[in-house]
């Protein structure tokens, strides 16, 4: 079995990164633990040192964070 994040059951409007990330204004930055995370007008930029990544929506972008945090 896949390791699941609970907020996925119970409901991601109770994960406080989910709340972040929905709540990035365009062009606004935050920090979720290392990686920054910015909403442009097409993505959202998940960047540190080692990674550049573009998500289409901020579902994709929780669901980065979820496995990290599950994975560790």
């Known amino acids: 079995m ?6 996925e059951i119970i409901g991601l409007q109770g994960d406080t990164i989910y709340r972040r ?7 606004e930055k935050i920090q979720i633990e290392e990686p920054k995370v910015r909403l442009t007008d097409k993505f959202y930029e998940v960047e540190n040192e080692d990674v550049h990544l573009d998500f289409k929506d901020k579902l994709c ?7 990290l945090l599950v994975n560790s």
């Not at 990330?21 to 062009?27: C, Y």
């Not at 972008?61 to 496995?67: D, E, I, R």
Request: aromatic share 20%; proline share 0%.
């Open 61 to 67: 972008c929780y669901q980065f964070f979820s496995g």
């Open 21 to 27: 990330i929905e709540q990035l204004q365009l062009n």
């Open 2 to 7: 896949d390791n699941v994040n609970i907020y």
